[in-house]
């Protein structure tokens, strides 16, 4: 496809996801109490959207990922919540 | 248009569900054990469960003209309790010869605890053992890598295991190409939030090969579209992928990987 094709079939959707994701932080921002792991993890998954590297959304996973390679002793419950607690940054 | 579902949770859908995907153009559906959503309290659940599979379910398909398969294992949300994990291994190959059978799965990981490895050893030993076919679980979301790698590291050290005979689903943009390049097939699940849409799936088949792909809509009791696999095939058209294109990825890729089982034939002119 063409970048004038791929515009034409995506823009107007990934408008209304980019809009979705502003109105998501300013929620956050506007409620009370302390946020989580989460939030920096969204936070910094973000910026490599300005990145000029291919593979945005490959990068975008690989953040938001468990980097270690060890079996766990046990299972802390079943689900998962999307963003891994190791990575915050240092305070 | 023609297709095949190769991973759908059919007991956990209506019959109107049936219909929509024959209608759709389903030429058949397979159904790999899951999680019921809740832990069974013993064996006799998974034995009443792989009856269900095995039975009940292909003729409730049946009534629809679909063929219906399934695969049969303790998932890895269960696995965590090994005794059980064992017990239920115990029963597994009283049912293999069932005719509806495929293989061995949905095995792998959850949360990627040793007992859940363990378990996944003792699924691919008697997947080995028995000759079978194999479909992998890959956990979610910030789990999924290190599952993905832990799982090929298991795979790769049992020199019985042929990596062609071996599917491992759910990949994502972080993990296919990883799969593919160790010579295993890649399933691409389309699942709302936790999985991908069907603009990420088009896109993976055109940037990471098209040869050993297959995309299911891992449909079950959570959120999730038994037509998903369909409506990829719209994207596909919308993008301009040509008819043939479209039925090599939904039908044909599917049938030659389960086709590997002589069990899995489909209706004349499907
Ligand atoms: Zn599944």
Same mark, same amino acid.
């Given at each position: 496809?063409?970048?004038?094709?791929?515009?034409?079939?995506?823009?107007?959707?990934?408008?209304?996801?980019?809009?979705?994701?502003?109105?998501?932080?300013?929620?956050?921002?506007?409620?009370?109490?302390?946020?989580?792991?989460?939030?920096?993890?969204?936070?910094?998954?973000?910026?490599?959207?300005?990145?000029?590297?291919?593979?945005?959304?490959?990068?975008?996973?690989?953040?938001?990922?468990?980097?270690?390679?060890?079996?766990?002793?046990?299972?802390?419950?079943?689900?998962?919540?999307?963003?891994?607690?190791?990575?915050?940054?240092?305070? | 248009?023609?297709?095949?579902?190769?991973?759908?949770?059919?007991?956990?859908?209506?019959?109107?569900?049936?219909?929509?995907?024959?209608?759709?153009?389903?030429?058949?559906?397979?159904?790999?054990?899951?999680?019921?959503? @809740?832990?069974?309290?013993?064996?006799?659940?998974?034995?009443?469960?792989?009856?269900?599979?095995?039975?009940?379910?292909?003729?409730?398909?049946?009534?629809?003209?679909?063929?219906?398969?399934?695969?049969?294992?303790?998932?890895?949300?269960?696995? *965590?309790?090994?005794?059980?994990?064992?017990?239920?291994?115990?029963?597994?190959?009283?049912?293999?010869?069932?005719?509806?059978?495929?293989?061995?799965?949905?095995?792998?990981?959850?949360?990627?605890?040793?007992?859940?490895?363990?378990?996944?050893?003792?699924?691919?030993?008697?997947?080995?053992?028995?000759?079978?076919?194999?479909?992998?679980?890959?956990?979610?979301?910030?789990?999924?890598?290190?599952?993905?790698?832990?799982?090929?590291?298991?795979?790769?050290?049992?020199?019985?295991?042929?990596?062609?005979?071996?599917?491992?689903?759910?990949?994502? *943009?972080?993990?296919? *190409?990883?799969?593919?390049?160790?010579? @295993?097939?890649?399933?691409?699940?389309?699942?709302?939030?936790?999985?991908?849409?069907?603009?990420?799936?088009?896109?993976?088949? *055109?940037?990471?090969?098209?040869?050993?792909?297959?995309?299911?809509?891992?449909?079950?009791?959570?959120?999730?579209?038994?037509?998903?696999?369909?409506?990829?095939?719209?994207?596909?058209?919308?993008?301009?992928?040509?008819?043939?294109?479209?039925?090599?990825?939904?039908?044909?890729?599917?049938?030659? @990987?389960?086709?590997?089982?002589?069990? @899995?034939?489909?209706?004349?002119?499907?």
């Amino acid at each position: 496809m063409t970048r004038q094709e791929v515009l034409d079939l995506y823009f107007m959707d990934a408008r209304s996801k980019l809009i979705d994701l502003a109105a998501f932080f300013d929620r956050v921002e506007r409620a009370s109490g302390e946020s989580d792991f989460r939030l920096a993890a969204l936070e910094q998954a973000l910026a490599l959207l300005h990145s000029d590297q291919p593979q945005k959304a490959k990068a975008v996973l690989l953040s938001l990922s468990d980097p270690t390679t060890e079996p766990i002793a046990k299972a802390p419950g079943k689900g998962a919540c999307g963003a891994w607690p190791g990575a915050q940054p240092a305070a | 248009m023609r297709y095949i579902e190769p991973h759908g949770h059919m007991v956990s859908r209506t019959t109107d569900d049936y219909e929509a995907m024959v209608t759709a153009g389903c030429a058949a559906v397979c159904e790999p054990a899951f999680w019921a959503g @809740f832990d069974r309290s013993g064996v006799e659940g998974f034995h009443d469960y792989f009856c269900q599979l095995t039975d009940y379910e292909p003729k409730r398909a049946a009534r629809f003209g679909l063929p219906h398969f399934c695969w049969l294992c303790i998932n890895p949300k269960e696995s *965590e309790d090994v005794a059980l994990a064992e017990d239920v291994l115990g029963i597994i190959p009283k049912f293999l010869d069932r005719p509806n059978v495929l293989g061995i799965g949905e095995i792998g990981l959850n949360k990627n605890t040793r007992n859940e490895m363990q378990i996944l050893e003792r699924h691919v030993d008697l997947a080995a053992t028995h000759g079978q076919l194999i479909l992998v679980h890959t956990p979610h979301l910030e789990d999924k890598l290190k599952g993905t790698r832990l799982i090929l590291d298991v795979l790769k050290a049992d020199s019985r295991i042929d990596p062609g005979r071996v599917i491992i689903d759910h990949c994502e *943009e972080h993990t296919i *190409e990883r799969v593919l390049d160790a010579g @295993f097939w890649a399933g691409i699940t389309l699942y709302p939030e936790s999985k991908t849409t069907p603009a990420r799936a088009v896109d993976m088949y *055109e940037l990471y090969g098209q040869s050993n792909i297959w995309l299911n809509s891992a449909c079950d009791w959570g959120r999730s579209d038994p037509l998903s696999v369909p409506k990829t095939a719209l994207e596909m058209r919308r993008r301009g992928h040509s008819a043939a294109t479209i039925d090599r990825l939904i039908f044909q890729n599917p049938a030659r @990987f389960m086709g590997q089982n002589p069990r @899995f034939q489909l209706r004349e002119g499907a």
